[in-house]
């Protein structure tokens, strides 16, 4: 009896020491997490950012964006320029004759910023570029000037324009344009593919800039005053596109020209406010009209 008393005694001896270990052990490693320079402060300094409003949880490396859509921006932003319309400022002291002498040659000073539109680089030779664009962008201009990636000015002139597609060709004289824009077949294009728009909304003040969104609809009959009333096949999306995105380019993911931003709805018969519907000339169209 006696032997059996002294064995469980020599058990629960072991087992108090055991869990006496395991509290000291224990004990030792949350006081040397909590110490300053430990290494689990330094670790959580690294996870986390401690300011008046709470902590806020920050990546412990910086973030680098390889998304495609960046991509496609940096493949196509040099190929697309601001395209200004210059006219000759009239005043009713001029007469009724200033009205009509706005197309005929005049000092380039006495000129004011019609409209702005956007354009797109399809040709580059050694000393001229060729750009499309919408005919309604430089519709009555006196004179046309274009604005590239970099803020540089330069003239162009007008190659051909035909207002029932909406489009228009002009040249450049600089050899300061050293990328010219890749075109798809629009004929390839899907409903529902991610597409963005880019171009000059308001102007060259926000030259360059990009929208996402889908192609709401692959082929749209659609009747507008920027083509003379003709019917016309067009790439609805919903990418938006403001005043100023005409004759910019709607690209796909690979950074290629699917269109040429021609035209939106804002409201409809009934005075309906509309969003989201963007209409652009299908590329092929626009290959034709350059003669590619």
């Given at each position: 009896?006696?032997?059996?008393?002294?064995?469980?005694?020599?058990?629960h001896?072991?087992?108090?020491?055991v869990?006496?270990?395991?509290?000291?052990?224990?004990?030792?490693?949350?006081?040397?997490?909590?110490?300053?320079?430990?290494?689990?402060?330094?670790?959580?300094?690294?996870?986390?950012?401690?300011?008046?409003?709470?902590?806020?949880?920050?990546?412990?490396?910086?973030?680098?964006?390889?998304?495609?859509?960046?991509?496609?921006?940096?493949?196509?932003?040099?190929?697309?320029?601001?395209?200004?319309?210059?006219?000759?400022?009239?005043?009713?002291?001029?007469?009724?004759?200033?009205?009509d002498?706005?197309?005929?040659?005049?000092?380039?000073?006495?000129?004011?910023?019609?409209?702005?539109?956007?354009?797109?680089?399809?040709?580059?030779?050694?000393?001229?570029?060729?750009?499309?664009?919408?005919?309604?962008?430089?519709?009555?201009?006196?004179?046309?000037?274009?604005?590239?990636?970099?803020?540089?000015?330069?003239?162009?002139?007008?190659?051909?324009?035909d207002?029932?597609?909406?489009?228009?060709?002009?040249?450049?004289?600089?050899?300061?344009?050293?990328?010219?824009?890749?075109?798809?077949?629009?004929?390839?294009?899907?409903?529902?593919?991610?597409?963005?728009?880019?171009g000059?909304?308001?102007?060259?003040?926000?030259?360059?800039?990009?929208?996402?969104?889908?192609?709401s609809?692959?082929?749209?009959?659609?009747?507008?005053?920027?083509?003379?009333?003709?019917?016309?096949?067009?790439?609805?999306?919903?990418?938006?596109?403001?005043?100023?995105?005409?004759?910019?380019?709607?690209?796909?993911?690979?950074?290629?020209?699917?269109?040429?931003?021609?035209?939106?709805?804002?409201?409809s018969?009934?005075?309906?406010?509309?969003?989201?519907?963007?209409?652009?000339?299908?590329?092929?169209?626009?290959?034709?009209?350059?003669?590619?």
């Open positions: 009896m006696m032997k059996n008393e002294i064995s469980m005694l020599r058990r001896i072991r087992i108090v020491l869990l006496l270990l395991a509290f000291v052990v224990g004990g030792a490693v949350v006081m040397a997490s909590a110490l300053p320079n430990s290494w689990y402060q330094n670790r959580l300094a690294k996870a986390t950012h401690t300011n008046a409003a709470g902590i806020t949880t920050v990546a412990p490396v910086a973030y680098v964006s390889n998304s495609k859509a960046k991509q496609a921006f940096d493949n196509m932003k040099d190929a697309v320029v601001t395209v200004q319309n210059l006219q000759k400022s009239a005043s009713l002291s001029d007469g009724a004759d200033a009205f002498s706005q197309n005929k040659s005049t000092q380039e000073s006495s000129y004011d910023t019609a409209s702005e539109g956007s354009g797109v680089v399809v040709d580059i030779n050694k000393k001229s570029a060729d750009i499309v664009t919408n005919a309604h962008v430089i519709q009555n201009s006196a004179s046309i000037q274009v604005i590239d990636a970099n803020g540089d000015k330069v003239n162009a002139k007008l190659i051909r324009s207002s029932s597609q909406d489009l228009a060709l002009i040249r450049v004289s600089s050899s300061h344009f050293k990328k010219a824009a890749k075109f798809a077949d629009s004929d390839k294009v899907k409903t529902g593919q991610a597409v963005m728009a880019l000059s909304p308001l102007g060259a003040a926000y030259q360059s800039t990009m929208t996402k969104g889908i192609v609809s692959a082929k749209r009959s659609l009747v507008s005053t920027e083509t003379n009333n003709h019917q016309v096949t067009v790439i609805q999306t919903d990418a938006a596109i403001n005043q100023g995105n005409s004759g910019g380019a709607l690209i796909n993911e690979s950074g290629q020209v699917i269109g040429i931003a021609s035209s939106k709805i804002t409201a018969a009934q005075n309906t406010n509309i969003e989201g519907m963007g209409f652009a000339i299908p590329s092929n169209q626009v290959l034709a009209f350059i003669g590619k």
